[in-house]
T-cell receptor
């Protein structure tokens, strides 16, 4: 298994540009999520999905859109990039255990985004 | 609202020293999970441990050990005989019970992270 993959690894955008960060997992996990990591703030949840066609907002959703058309893919869209979105973005996936609760999340390698 | 506090921003030790990373959490849930993740200089996030709120047994895995105390809402992480390869940022995280949609859950296991502790182990 490749696990959770993210592309690109690095990206530089100009203010106002749009782009999509790709995330894919091959573990058939129901749950996928996006976090951003900023210095001194840990990771904060942007959006998450519990299955194809189901998404919801996390702690810091403004400026980002998501969709989940397949179990495998969970892209994150920046509609109009702003310098405040300069960050490292992590995608994660998880699965329901036998107990009926979600297990630990598996993280992708991250995308480092700079918005000028 | 959930909150995780890692009061130690940076810790510096010399190889072979023991080091404890503190984690204090807040939640109103009675069922929750606590995690530790390691982020080495390469940047990926590596899962270390998950602990259920109803299991207060301490756990040891090689040089790593975890002390979970519900009474003080703490989940501390100790590295014994530290090594240079332990140098990393360590994150403590809290998750609500995260029941799946078929069970009617709404929290879906969302993680709340602490700010992270930068551990530097010098040779």
């Amino acid at each position: 298994n490749a696990g959770v993959t993210q592309t690109p690894k690095f990206q530089v955008l100009k203010t106002g540009q749009s782009m999509t960060l790709q995330c894919a997992q091959d573990m058939n996990h129901e749950y996928m999520s996006w976090y951003r990591q900023d210095p001194g703030m840990g990771l904060r949840l942007i959006h998450y999905s519990v299955g194809a066609g189901i998404t919801d907002q996390g702690e810091v959703p403004n400026g980002y859109n998501v969709s989940r058309s397949t179990t495998e893919d969970f892209p994150l869209r920046l509609l109009s990039a702003a310098p405040s979105q300069t960050s490292v973005y992590f995608c994660a996936s998880s699965y329901l255990g036998a107990s009926g609760y979600y297990n630990e999340q598996f993280f992708g390698p991250g995308t480092r985004l700079t918005v000028l | 609202a959930q909150k995780v506090t890692q009061a130690q921003t940076e810790i510096s030790v010399v190889e072979k020293e023991d080091v404890t990373l503190d984690c204090v959490y807040e939640t109103r849930d009675t069922t929750y999970y606590l995690f530790w993740y390691k982020q080495p200089p390469s940047g990926e996030l590596v899962f270390l441990i998950r602990r259920n709120s109803f299991d207060e047994q301490n756990e040891i895995s090689g040089r790593y050990s975890w002390n979970f105390q519900k009474s003080t809402s703490s989940f501390n992480f100790t590295i014994t005989a530290s090594q240079v390869v332990d140098s990393a940022v360590y994150f403590c995280a809290l998750s609500e019970a995260g029941e799946g949609p078929n069970a009617g859950g709404t929290s879906y296991g969302k993680l709340t992270f602490g700010q992270g502790t930068i551990l530097t182990v010098h040779p």
